[in-house]
Structures are given as structure tokens and as C-alpha cells.
């Protein structure tokens, strides 16, 4: 099992930026896909960004491609989520998610609040 700590969550201004963290750890961080997703409120969880597991082909929805960067670094547990340009509809708690190749199971961690004003 994993356990992940999402941190870096805040209020801004629309144009601003803010970079979410995610801590692993319970295993070895280097077998995992990790993704981050967001749920605004009212609406379903969605898909934001996500990157397998050596770093590789990172993939980003459409409403964030080009303004949002995900980037991991094995060695210290992490996955970022670099925001940029910032609009008030990224509005969201932001959720990490780890899973393993080949295996349904999904770890997720509790979330981090971003909101951006108009």
C-alpha cells in the first residue's frame, strides 16, 4: 500500500501561479503511474494530468494542456503539478493518484484546496 500527502494548495488571482506536491510513500514510488485530478464543487472528479512511471509521456486534459506541468521525481517521492496562468474555473480541491501497472488497485490522497479568484 501507499500513502499520499498532497500539499501547496492556496488562493490566488486569476493569471497567477500555485505548485501542488504530492508525498509518497509505504513503497517503492519508482513502480507507480501517479496522476493528479480535481473536483470542483457540484461537479465529478476529473482527470488533470498524469505521468507513468519512470517520468515518460506525461498527458495532460485538454482544459490544461499548455498551462499545467507535471513533472515526478523518483529519488524523493514526489509528483508535482506546476499551474500556470491560472483561470477561476481551476478551481478545485486537487487530488494525487498512484496505481501500478497492470493492477486496478488506485491509492489516492485526501486533497488540497486551489481557488482562484476572477
Known amino acids: 500500500q501507499v500513502q499520499l500527502v498532497e500539499s501547496g494548495g492556496g488562493s490566488i488571482q486569476a493569471g497567477g501561479s500555485l505548485s501542488l506536491s504530492c508525498v509518497a510513500s509505504?513503497?517503492?514510488?519508482?513502480?507507480?503511474?501517479m496522476a493528479w485530478y480535481r473536483q470542483a464543487p457540484g461537479k465529478v472528479r476529473e482527470f488533470v494530468a498524469t505521468?507513468?512511471?519512470?517520468?515518460?509521456?506525461?498527458n495532460y486534459a485538454d482544459s490544461v494542456k499548455g498551462r499545467f506541468t507535471i513533472s515526478r521525481d523518483n529519488a524523493k517521492n514526489t509528483v508535482d503539478l506546476q499551474m500556470d496562468s491560472l483561470k477561476p474555473e481551476d478551481t478545485a480541491i486537487y487530488y494525487c493518484?498512484?496505481?501500478?501497472?497492470?493492477?486496478?488497485?488506485?491509492?489516492w490522497g485526501k486533497g488540497t484546496q486551489v481557488t482562484v479568484s476572477s
Open positions: 493518484k498512484a496505481w501500478l501497472p497492470f493492477d486496478a488497485t488506485e491509492y
Open positions: 509505504g513503497r517503492t514510488f519508482s513502480n507507480y503511474h
Open positions: 505521468i507513468n512511471h519512470n517520468g515518460a509521456v506525461p
